[in-house]
């Protein structure tokens, strides 16, 4: 049985209304506030910023533990997805936290991973908030086009266009079933992934700094851990709800884009049918495990 806490999040927050309705205990700022909170910092790169957050905080609402959500946003680039008062109203910038220490980050995807690193717009910022969980942070959980970032500036293990969009829900192996992140998880395990780049396991190998913890004989690395434990890179989305690869499917066919559909998703692999939500027990253990094991 989960037994969820409250997440405690600035007051007003839209997408608090719609976790309440979920029966996802959510406080608002200093209401209820206990000594043993654990304070999370997630740098929200992604353009829907609302949709994200909720899926976030969803499956952090499954860890048991009682924590506290700072969103933060680059300056350097100003969202043109997400309304400008919502960003004023719920993020903080970097300098806003700088001199603060965190129990945890989470550096989420962004929409630029075709992109030479260096010539995204606010990758001189990433930098920064990379170096600076080095020492204020316990662990930095990096996700998709976050975790080839991370790999990237941490490792200088670089990312490689793949001929066609890894889109889908693919079965992954654990490579190291002594890693804590990986706890009640089967071998055999269902995760989204949705990306254009792909990172080599020989890359990674050659460096005695990180381990492969997880990878997919049809998708590749999957979760990579460096071997201090204060550094996770998934390449792939367990965040994800039932939904998001089909609404991304659906808004690339309006765009008249040439994108196949998602693999391994689709009752009967019909995108008119209801897509299988394979992989919802396998998030609300990874990010469970990723509070209760690193950041405690």
Known sequence: MVIKMPIYTKAGLPVNNILRKEKIQILEELEGEKEDILQIAILNLMPLKEDTELQLLRKLSTSGRNIKITF???TSYISKTTAPEHMERFYSNFEEIKDRNFDGLIITGAPVEQMKFEDVTYWREL????KWS???????????????????????????????????????????????????????FKA?????????????????????????????????????????????????????????????????????????????DDPMKTPIYSW????????SNWVNYYLT
């Open 72 to 74: 933060v946003n680059v």
């Open 127 to 130: 930098e920064k908030i990379m």
């Open 134 to 188: 080095e020492s204020h942070t316990k662990s930095t959980l990096h996700i998709c086009w976050g975790a080839q970032a991370g790999l990237y500036y941490h490792y200088g293990i670089n990312k490689h266009l793949i001929d066609n969009k890894m889109f889908g829900v693919f079965e992954h192996k654990i490579d190291d079933k002594n890693s804590k992140i990986m706890i009640g998880f089967n071998d055999n």
């Open 192 to 268: 989204p992934h949705s990306r254009h780049t792909t990172v080599y396991k020989n890359d990674i190998e050659r460096n005695p700094e990180l381990k492969v913890v997880a990878e997919s004989e049809e998708a590749g690395v999957f979760i990579v851990e460096n071997k201090a434990k204060r550094q996770l890179f998934i390449t792939g989305h367990l965040e994800y709800a039932p939904d998001t690869l089909d609404n991304e499917y659906k808004r690339d066919l309006a765009k008249g884009l040439n994108i196949q559909k998602p693999k391994h998703y689709y009752l009967n």
């Open 280 to 287: 919802k027990q396998n998030g609300d253990k990874i990010y």
